[in-house]
Nanobody, 129 residues
């Protein structure tokens, strides 16, 4: 029902920028949470940013706040992650994920990965010094 396809990863120098895209080609539309997560070798997966596609304010992890921006184009069913001022510590595999909450119970989107039901294949981001 949900097919997430990420793109936009690559290799950049420290201080550079990248824009990641997450397109949902599935048939289940409507208000949902779409998050970006990352995982580096030997480290646990961590939340980066999340957006409520119904118009709620996005949330960011402290380590990217002020550098990364999450946005959406609902007409294209696509969520973006604009990454600026990249650091070597940002090097990781980046994944997008989707959650369809019960909106009678939930009122916002969070960065807890256990809540997300569908995951993309990941796109590699490498930042060199």
């Amino acid at each position: 029902q949900v097919q997430l396809v990420e793109s936009g990863g690559g290799s950049v120098q420290a201080g550079g920028s990248l824009r990641l895209s997450c397109a949902d080609s599935g048939v289940q539309y409507g208000r949902k949470c779409v998050g970006w997560f990352r995982q580096a070798p030997g480290k646990e997966r961590e939340g980066v940013a999340v957006i409520d596609t119904g118009g709620g304010s996005p949330s960011y992890a402290d380590f990217v706040k002020g550098r990364f921006t999450i946005s959406q184009d609902n007409a294209k069913n696509t969520v973006y992650l604009q990454m600026g001022s990249l650091k070597p510590g940002d090097t990781a595999m980046y994944y997008c994920a989707a959650e369809y909450p019960n909106w009678y119970i939930r009122t916002s989107c969070g960065l807890g990965s256990a809540a997300f039901d569908y995951w993309g294949q990941g796109t590699q981001v490498t930042v060199s010094s």
